[in-house]
């Protein structure tokens, strides 16, 4: 009885943390999107998250784990975002110098 209680516990707690995980990419996203530069911003960095939070959400799927699968695949979303506004303002837009 104590176990089950404590990997509900531990179950709840997960869920939680990777939703959180996928949120933290958020202030990232409104930080990129209201400057429109990214700086020293790196698209290395924010691409390899997005690289294995993918295979996170593939193995999800292959072992039938909703969890991971709802919860990486925020963060496969939000971290697309933030890898999108690295390219664009790096890359694709025009920087100003004064």
Do not use: C, E
Request: hydrophobic residues 55%; glycine residues 6%; without cysteine.
């Amino acid at each position: 009885m104590f176990m089950q209680i404590i990997t509900s516990l531990i179950n709840i707690v997960f869920a939680l943390a990777l939703f959180a995980n996928g949120l933290l990419f958020i202030p990232q996203i409104m930080r990129l999107y209201k400057s429109k530069h990214a700086g020293d911003t790196s698209l290395i960095t924010f691409a390899g998250f997005n690289i294995l939070n993918l295979f996170a959400v593939l193995h999800g799927i292959a072992v039938n784990d909703k969890i991971l699968v709802i919860g990486y695949g925020l963060s496969v979303v939000t971290n697309t975002i933030v890898t999108f506004l690295i390219i664009r303002y790096k890359y694709f837009t025009p920087h100003h110098t004064n």
